[in-house]
Structure formats: C-alpha cells, structure tokens
C-alpha cells in the first residue's frame, strides 16, 4: 500500500515537472528584459503598447460574439439532435469534426474566394468582414463546444424534463431557455472558455481576413521582440487559468447537484 | 358518456404494432391501471393520452372533447415520471409552481397554490430545497405535486414507483391513491407490477403484445382470469395439462388420479386435452372428511416468505405450489414425507383446451 502511494507521488512529480518547468523557465526568461536583475519591464512594454490593448480587445469582442452565436446554434440543435434525432448522432458528430480534417487555411480561402466577389461581397467593409470572421471561429470552435453541450445534455435526461413542461404547458422557448440552458450552465461555460481560448490565439483567420486580432499581434512580436513574447504567454497562461476559476466559481452549485443526488 | 374515451386506439412504429384495438371508457374519479409486462404497449397508451405519441388511428376524449390533435401542452393532464423528471435548477417551490407561471397565474395565487402542494404532500417547510437535497420518495412526492398544482383533468402516472426501494414504494403508493381519492381526480396508472396495480386500482387493464387481454377490478382480474396470459401473469400459478376423462362431470386426470372442475369446461369431449390452473393459496393440505379433488404427493421442498409459506409439492412427475398462511404454531410435514392435498372444485380454472381427434 505504501510502496504504491509512494509510486503515485513519483509519477505526480514527473508530470509536474513536465508541465510546469517549462512555465517556470518562460516566466524567468521574461523577466530578463533588463540586463542583470529580474525585472517586470518586458510585461510593462507589452501593457503600454496601444496595439496589444486594442488587438486583445478586438479578438475578445469577436469571442463572445462568437460564444453567443455559437451556443445559440449549438445548444438547440444539439438538443434536437438528443430528443428527436438520436440516429443522427453520428452524423452530427462526424460533421462537427471536419474542422479538424480541413486547414483553416483551406476555410479562409474559401470564404475569401466566395465573399469577396458579387453576389456574396462582405469582404468590403470591417464591419461584414467581422461576421466573416465570427463565422469562421464558429466553424473551428464546432469541435470543442458541440462535445461540451453534447456531454452536458448526455448527463440530463432531456426527453423526460422535455415532456415533464410540455406537460406543464411549457413550449419550446420556455422549454429552451429554462430547463435545458440552465441545466447545460457548466457544459456551456467550459465550450465557451474553450472558444474564447482558441478566438484569442487564432492566427490564420484574422490574419487573411486582415482583421486587427490578437493573434496576428502576437505573431508580429515574436518576429521582432525577444522578452515580450514570453511575457504575453504567461499572460495568456494566467488568462486561462482564471477563466478556469471564473468557471469553478460559476458551476460549484451545479457541480453538487451532479454529486449530491441520492 | 365516460371522463376519459379511448377508441381504436393503434400505434404503429415502422412495421412494429405497438398498441391495436384499444377501446376503454375511464369514469370520473376513477383511477385504472394498466399493467403487462415490458414491450406490452401500456406506456406507449399512456404516452398517446399525454400527447408525447400521435396516434396511427384513433381518437381521444376527454370530458367530451376531442384532444387527439392537441400538441401535449395544451392538454388537460399532469404527468408523473419514472425518473421523477423535476427541473435540477429550480426549487421544490420552483418546480411546484412552474405550471402556474407558464400559465401566467397570479405571483399570490401561485405561492398559496405551492403551499397548498407542499401541505398535500407533507413536505411544508421544503419549498426551498433542490431536487438532489430529496431522497428519491420525497422526490417523487414533489413530482406528484407538481403535476397536481395546475389542478389537471387527468392523471397520468408512468410507473412513478419503479426507482424507488420496497418499503418506500409500499408507503408511496398509499399515499397516492389517497391524495387521489381526496381530490377525485381521474387517473391513469402504468405499471408492470401486478401488487402495484391490484392495490391501487379500481379496475385493471391488463396488456399483452399491444393488446388488451382483460379490464376489470382486481378482484375479477385475479379471481377469474379471462385468457391464460392473464392467470399466468397476474399472481402465482400452477398451470397444468389436464385429460377430460367424464365430460358430463368435469372429471379430469392429471398424472394418474382424478379430480372434478365446477365450471369452464363447456364442449369439452372425453379425451380432450386441457389446460387447467390453480392458484397456490387454493390448495390446501387434507383434513379429514375431505373425500373430492384429493391428490396424493410428496414434499419437495419449503421456502419461508414471511407472511406467506411456499411448498413445493410432486404429483407424480408434476410440482405443484401451495401457500399457506404463516404463524408460530404452523405444523410442517418434512421433505420427502408423502401427504394429501386437497382443493374445492371452483379454485380449478379452465385457460385452453384442446380437441382430441
């Protein structure tokens, strides 16, 4: 029994090391900007520099675009998906998976090649250009917020809460957005902080499109500047770890409601 | 004209029948259950009165109007689930009153109605508790609250007692057929567990492969089974293949000896085969002046059921089962021991026969 607690605390070690040596050395070669001493001003530049404020906002703006429209598509075909269609299951989850088959690559020069040129001309205008490209992060963010709802409404049991307000005289609007979408908050919200992690880190896109996002800036500054890359990472990094902590917060009452039944 | 009309009800899935020819009128208070074992099309029935399944042909009425095209939501029925179905992210309160809020009652009237609910179901002071805080009776209690606060037409109930343990279930099901009588709802009761459906019910539709076999009180259902599936399926039975030796008598030989049937052996002739059955808590074991339907057997085995003793018995190369009541002077004969039993000639149901050639 000990022997094995002792092997379990080994191989916890290993995986710490593993994944956060890396983070360690990041964090310490950021910090080298001044010559001789540790110092925050590779961290300083980064936040003083207009673009960085303006391209992180830009490309949050289009993630929560993104976020909402593509819960609004995602949850109510999902759950069609679940009530009515079960067959079709393998269908859907196959279709929500080409975004890993195709390139973006492929993605934006179609939609460049089919938007740039009448009928269908949005590239013209930043404004149409933006739904272009919220139309894209949709696209690539199907994967991760199609498993996330699936998995939620996998944990419910959604055609007898279905039927139990349909017999309270419930329609589906109701039955939506106040039986399902509440029940699916913590599936959601990890879709949605799997969505925002990729729109704020997505290159390809934005960059073709020639939209001012965050992405394209931190690939300009790792082509020129030596610290501040490795500063934006750890930014990032922590980031996404307090997304994650808004998350925990956000569903600890779901989260005992899923282990507290009996 | 009935509260609730059913008339040729049929469901088709592909070419999977369902349910077919199902006709029954439900009275005004009444509560009828519909048992039969899985697949028999009781939930399918049940789920066509909700609206959750369009029927293939057929019409619905309830209280004289025709709701068969009604979308389930604008139906005047309350529903209880198997899996309880209350909303996790809502209140006992919450999910009591959903019904009135959809249908935009009054916030006063809405509360004093939960209240009302909450006091029905014993469960006052619980309002503000979430379904995974309840165990599974008080859960289904809140269910069945909930699905009364609209103060329905009808009363469905989908086999609200198969999650829950024996003992709860036991208790469950008094306090829904109270609640039931106390408000004279109407109600329909699924099941496939026959002692559910014998306690609960004023009458009983029993239902084999889509079809009904046999409505009628639980008395008559038990006492006088009507198809063989029926005596097979509700209570315990010695189902037996009997030869007609004297038509006239309603004499039959089973394994060598002789006993005589009071009725249900119409056109039968000598040499006919028939099935017979028996129910175990018919049979009894001889006392004297006893000289009618006397079967010489051995003890095969005994099984302690609590209130109820269970003995094997061998005729010949036939079991037979006897119950007899348990109590703490009850005298047991040994396994192997050779003894009589005995039964009046009205405890022999006639299910089948078969003509000899």
Same mark, same amino acid.
Not at chain 1, 37 to 45: D, F, G, I, N, V
């Given at each position: 029994?000990?022997?094995?607690?002792?092997?379990?605390?080994?191989?916890?070690?290993?995986?710490?090391?593993?994944?956060?040596?890396?983070?360690?050395?990041?964090?310490?070669?950021?910090?080298?900007?001044?010559?001789?001493?540790?110092?925050?001003?590779?961290?300083?530049?980064?936040?003083?520099?207009?673009?960085?404020?303006?391209?992180?906002?830009?490309?949050?703006?289009?993630?929560?675009?993104?976020?909402?429209?593509?819960?609004?598509?995602?949850?109510?075909?999902?759950?069609?998906?679940?009530?009515?269609?079960?067959?079709?299951?393998?269908?859907?989850?196959?279709?929500?998976?080409?975004?890993?088959?195709?390139?973006?690559?492929?993605?934006?020069?179609?939609?460049?090649?089919?938007?740039?040129?009448?009928?269908?001309?949005?590239?013209?205008?930043?404004?149409?250009?933006?739904?272009?490209?919220?139309?894209?992060?949709?696209?690539?963010?199907?994967?991760?917020?199609?498993?996330?709802?699936?998995?939620?409404?996998?944990?419910?049991?959604?055609?007898?809460?279905?039927?139990?307000?349909?017999?309270?005289?419930?329609?589906?609007?109701?039955?939506?957005?106040?039986?399902?979408?509440?029940?699916?908050?913590?599936?959601?919200?990890?879709?949605?902080?799997?969505?925002?992690?990729?729109?704020?880190?997505?290159?390809?896109?934005?960059?073709?499109?020639?939209?001012?996002?965050?992405?394209?800036?931190?690939?300009?500054?790792?082509?020129?500047?030596?610290?501040?890359?490795?500063?934006? =990472?750890?930014?990032?990094?922590?980031?996404?770890?307090?997304?994650?902590?808004?998350?925990?917060?956000?569903?600890?009452?779901?989260?005992?409601?899923?282990?507290?039944?009996? | 004209?009935?509260?609730?009309?059913?008339?040729?009800?049929?469901?088709?899935?592909?070419?999977?029948?369902?349910?077919?020819?199902?006709?029954?009128?439900?009275?005004?208070?009444?509560?009828?259950?519909?048992?039969?074992?899985?697949?028999?099309?009781?939930?399918?029935?049940?789920?066509?009165?909700?609206?959750?399944?369009?029927?293939?042909?057929?019409?619905?009425?309830?209280?004289?109007?025709?709701?068969?095209?009604?979308?389930?939501?604008?139906?005047?029925?309350?529903?209880?689930?198997?899996?309880?179905?209350?909303?996790?992210?809502?209140?006992?309160?919450?999910?009591?009153?959903?019904?009135?809020?959809?249908?935009?009652?009054?916030?006063?009237?809405?509360?004093?109605?939960?209240?009302?609910?909450?006091?029905?179901?014993?469960?006052?002071?619980?309002?503000?508790?979430?379904?995974?805080?309840? =165990?599974?009776? /008080? /859960?289904?209690?809140?269910?069945?609250?909930?699905?009364?606060?609209?103060?329905?037409?009808?009363?469905?109930?989908?086999?609200?007692?198969?999650?829950?343990?024996?003992?709860?279930?036991?208790?469950?099901? =008094?306090?829904?057929?109270?609640?039931?009588?106390?408000?004279?709802?109407?109600?329909?009761?699924?099941?496939?567990?026959?002692?559910?459906?014998?306690?609960?019910?004023?009458?009983?539709?029993?239902?084999?492969?889509?079809?009904?076999?046999?409505?009628?009180?639980?008395?008559?259902?038990?006492?006088?089974?009507?198809?063989?599936?029926?005596?097979?399926?509700?209570?315990?039975?010695?189902?037996?293949?009997?030869?007609?030796?004297?038509?006239?008598?309603?004499?039959?030989?089973?394994?060598? /000896?002789?006993?005589?049937?009071?009725?249900?052996?119409?056109?039968?002739?000598?040499?006919?085969?028939?099935?017979?059955?028996?129910?175990?808590?018919?049979?009894?074991?001889?006392?004297?002046?006893?000289?009618?339907?006397?079967?010489?057997?051995?003890?095969?085995?005994?099984?302690?059921?609590?209130?109820?003793?269970?003995?094997?018995?061998?005729?010949?190369?036939?079991?037979?089962?006897?119950?007899?009541?348990?109590?703490?002077?009850?005298?047991?004969?040994?396994?192997?021991?050779?003894?009589?039993?005995?039964?009046?000639?009205?405890?022999?149901?006639?299910?089948?026969?078969?003509?000899?050639?």
């Amino acid at each position: 029994m000990n022997r094995f607690r002792y092997w379990s605390w080994f191989w916890l070690a290993i995986g710490a090391i593993y994944f956060f040596l890396p983070l360690v050395a990041t964090a310490e070669f950021s910090m080298r900007a001044q010559k001789g001493t540790l110092s925050l001003l590779a961290y300083q530049r980064v936040l003083e520099d207009k673009e960085f404020v303006s391209s992180f906002l830009f490309s949050l703006r289009m993630a929560l675009l993104t976020i909402t429209f593509g819960i609004l598509l995602i949850v109510p075909t999902a759950y069609w998906v679940h009530l009515r269609l079960p067959r079709m299951r393998p269908l859907v989850e196959l279709l929500t998976l080409l975004p890993f088959v195709i390139p973006v690559i492929v993605l934006v020069f179609g939609m460049i090649r089919v938007y740039s040129s009448p009928p269908f001309l949005m590239t013209t205008t930043p404004a149409t250009t933006d739904i272009l490209l919220v139309a894209g992060y949709m696209v690539i963010s199907l994967p991760y917020l199609y498993r996330s709802v699936d998995v939620g409404l996998r944990a419910m049991d959604v055609r007898s809460l279905t039927e139990a307000a349909q017999s309270l005289g419930a329609g589906w609007g109701t039955i939506l957005f106040r039986i399902i979408l509440p029940n699916l908050r913590t599936a959601a919200l990890t879709g949605a902080l799997l969505t925002l992690a990729i729109v704020i880190g997505e290159l390809t896109l934005a960059q073709y499109l020639a939209r001012p996002a965050f992405g394209p800036y931190m690939n300009l500054l790792g082509k020129n500047r030596a610290y501040e890359p490795a500063a934006l =990472s750890i930014m990032s990094f922590a980031l996404t770890w307090a997304a994650m902590g808004v998350v925990y917060w956000l569903t600890r009452g779901e989260q005992a409601q899923i282990g507290g039944g009996h | 004209m009935a509260f609730l009309e059913l008339h040729n009800l049929k469901k088709t899935f592909g070419k999977t029948e369902a349910v077919a020819d199902f006709n029954l009128d439900v009275e005004k208070g009444e509560l009828v259950s519909f048992l039969g074992p899985s697949g028999c099309g009781k939930t399918t029935t049940l789920r066509m009165v909700a609206g959750f399944e369009v029927p293939t042909t057929g019409r619905i009425k309830i209280n004289g109007v025709d709701i068969t095209d009604n979308p389930p939501n604008q139906r005047p029925v309350g529903m209880v689930f198997q899996a309880y179905a209350l909303f996790p992210n809502m209140t006992v309160a919450g999910n009591i009153g959903f019904g009135m809020k959809i249908a935009r009652k009054p916030a006063e009237e809405t509360r004093r109605r939960v209240d009302e609910m909450l006091e029905l179901i014993h469960m006052l002071g619980l309002g503000d508790r979430y379904p995974y805080q309840l =165990s599974g009776g /008080q /859960q289904q209690r809140v269910a069945l609250a909930r699905a009364l606060a609209l103060s329905p037409q009808l009363l469905l109930l989908d086999e609200p007692l198969s999650a829950l343990d024996a003992k709860i279930r036991v208790s469950l099901r =008094s306090e829904i057929r109270a609640i039931q009588r106390k408000l004279g709802i109407t109600a329909i009761y699924v099941t496939h567990d026959q002692e559910e459906a014998l306690s609960l019910s004023d009458r009983v539709v029993v239902m084999n492969g889509g079809r009904m076999e046999q409505v009628g009180q639980p008395f008559e259902i038990y006492n006088y089974p009507k198809t063989e599936f029926v005596a097979q399926f509700v209570g315990t039975l010695n189902a037996v293949k009997a030869e007609v030796t004297d038509a006239a008598s309603r004499t039959l030989r089973i394994e060598g /000896q002789h006993i005589q049937a009071a009725a249900g052996l119409d056109g039968v002739r000598n040499g006919d085969r028939v099935m017979i059955a028996i129910r175990p808590e018919r049979l009894s074991f001889t006392t004297e002046g006893v000289k009618a339907n006397l079967l010489d057997c051995s003890i095969e085995n005994i099984t302690f059921l609590g209130s109820i003793v269970r003995i094997q018995v061998l005729v010949g190369s036939l079991t037979l089962h006897m119950d007899t009541f348990n109590n703490p002077f009850l005298e047991l004969p040994k396994i192997g021991e050779k003894v009589q039993i005995t039964f009046s000639r009205e405890a022999v149901l006639a299910l089948s026969q078969e003509k000899s050639t």
